[in-house]
């Protein structure tokens, strides 16, 4: 083997998602708030683009978001046994009167509080607040409320360990007879984000009954464990077992990613609990209730006949996991080079002037690419309708330089800050209504960008469209020529023409497609 020479680059140090953060104005964080970061205007526009993700997959998965308090009284986390086993990772907190005020004080405040380290006792209460039955189940609950969990100042870092954080924190409600196809459905929910995501392999792990601080009998965490290793296994994918690192009042599947640096860090989780609905006491009706609790059915009509009640089973789960620490791994997976739907840096136009006419003509397009539009129920759409804007927090992101510098440092200075999409715009393209864009900020792995279909179109785009009592359609001609246009080279996609409604439309469609 040679020996390394004085000439030989060194190698490349792996990302480090606070340096990127840094350098991508993503979050930053204070000796005020020790491992609670303070999230930039990039980096909410990256939070709000995975929390509204999963919140687009909740239909299909039966989930409905609910939100609850932040505090709550000491009773309520000694009767979800949080303070007898989970007190040192809590935060402790006092009512007014406490302290002995007289003015002022309300009775029954001068209590002790615990800031919520996660949010299924307070699911449980929303479970408790009306009658169930067997026929409303399973309810499923989803849950962004902020966690507080006091870490160890020593183990704070950047995104991956905080003590401020966001779950997708869900709490499905179901019979005994539905925990495999609910976990099953959970692990399917899991697959697909992940793939959305585009971070890699990731492994699953069962963590079985620790040692000591756990609730429940030895009986009952064997058979959350045994339902876990059935769901695990009709999974088919590999999977392993970690001894004794289970929640204290379950088993769960973990979700582990490697980082950039090899690093292992647990995201998504599916836990298993039957203690907690019992401590709340909640229950469910249901006709033969002793094969209910038993996850068995029966077709004799004389123990149907009666009715009594169950304790449902909680299945915890989060896909995320923790919001920032999967902020943290795409940071240093993709290290700058986003896909288009989760870029903070989306699109921004060029002037190749000051001058007013160019200038205005870049702030109509900023104005009409991020308005809301809706059609008209009573009429064709009008162009200048603008409501106020109900969307999902998916907009596009729009930007503007029309500084007096040279278009030369501009493009330099956007390509470095990494959008995905240059457009410059001159008086002559303020005449033909056009931008002329530079899509090689998009990273396209799989060449998709030069197939579609609507850019190869774009360079001979006409409004072809004809109108018809049902809106606004096109023609089987229009169809065809887009289907017949010649492919794209690569370096087409560097200075390529584009009428603006056209290119509004595009930008929009790449918004909704996640690669």
């Known amino acids: 083997m040679s020996k390394a ?24 964080t204070s000796i005020y708030s020790p491992g609670s970061p303070l999230f930039l205007p990039n980096g909410a526009k990256i939070f709000n683009k995975l929390t509204n993700f999963l919140r687009s997959q909740y239909d299909d998965f039966g989930f409905q978001e609910v939100i609850t308090p932040t505090i709550y009284k000491k009773s309520l986390w000694e009767k979800s046994g949080h303070w007898e086993n989970y007190a040192d990772d809590m935060y ?3 009512g007014r009167g406490a302290s002995g005020e007289k003015e002022g004080r309300q009775i029954g405040e001068d209590k002790e509080y615990g800031l919520k380290p996660m949010n299924c006792p307070g699911h449980c209460l929303i479970f408790a607040s009306k009658q169930r039955s067997y026929r409303d189940l399973p309810i499923r609950f989803a849950d962004f409320s902020p966690l507080h969990r006091n870490e160890i100042h020593g183990a704070l870092s950047g995104l991956t360990r905080v003590r401020r954080f966001h779950q997708d924190d869900g709490h499905i409600f179901c019979r005994p007879s539905q925990i495999r196809e609910e976990i099953s459905r959970t692990l399917d929910f899991v697959k697909l984000t992940y793939e959305v995501l585009g971070l890699g392999l990731y492994r699953l792990a069962l963590s079985t009954r620790p040692a000591d601080h756990y609730i429940g009998t030895i009986e009952e965490w064997d058979n959350a464990e045994a339902a876990l290793k059935e769901s695990l296994d009709a999974s088919g994918q590999t999977w392993t077992v970690n001894e004794g690192d289970g929640a204290f009042y379950g088993p769960k599947i973990d979700i582990i990613l490697k980082d950039t640096d090899g690093k292992e860090h647990q995201t998504a989780t599916i836990q298993l609990d039957f203690q907690l609905p019992k401590r709340f006491e909640l229950e469910y009706q249901a006709p033969a209730p002793e094969l209910e609790k038993r996850g068995l059915s029966t077709e004799d009509p004389a123990l149907l006949d009666v009715q009594g009640p169950v304790t449902p089973v909680l299945i915890h789960r989060a896909v995320l996991g923790s919001v920032e620490r999967i902020m943290a791994l795409l940071i240093e997976h993709y290290n700058g080079h986003w896909p288009f739907w989760l870029n903070p840096r989306q699109f921004i136009i060029l002037t190749v002037n000051d001058s007013k006419p160019v200038v205005d003509f870049a702030k109509d397009i900023k104005k009409k690419f991020q308005r809301f539009h809706k059609q008209n129920a009573m009429g064709p759409r009008d162009s200048d309708f603008n409501p106020v804007a109900v969307g999902t927090g998916n907009g596009l992101s729009v930007d503007i330089d029309d500084s007096p510098r040279s278009l030369k440092k501009k493009i330099s200075e956007a390509k470095r800050k990494r959008y995905a999409v240059i457009a410059v715009v001159g008086a002559k393209d303020v005449e033909k209504n056009r931008l002329i864009c530079d899509f090689s900020g998009i ?7 030069i197939q579609n279909m609507e850019l190869r179109h774009g360079r001979t785009y006409r409004d072809t469209k004809q109108k018809t009592s049902e809106g606004d359609i096109e023609s089987s001609d229009e169809m065809t020529r887009k289907a017949e246009a010649p492919m794209l080279d690569p370096q087409d996609l560097k200075s390529y023409p584009v009428q603006v409604e056209y290119l509004r439309n595009l930008l929009n469609s790449l918004q909704r497609v996640y690669f």
Do not use: K
């Not at 020479?5 to 930053?28: G, K, S």
């Not at 990273?443 to 960008?449: E, Q, S, V």
């Open 443 to 449: 990273p396209d792995p799989h060449n998709r960008l």
């Open 92 to 94: 402790s907190v006092t």
């Open 5 to 28: 020479t004085a000439t030989e680059n060194p190698p490349t140090p792996p990302a480090d998602h606070r340096q990127l953060a840094i350098e991508q104005e993503l979050f930053t």
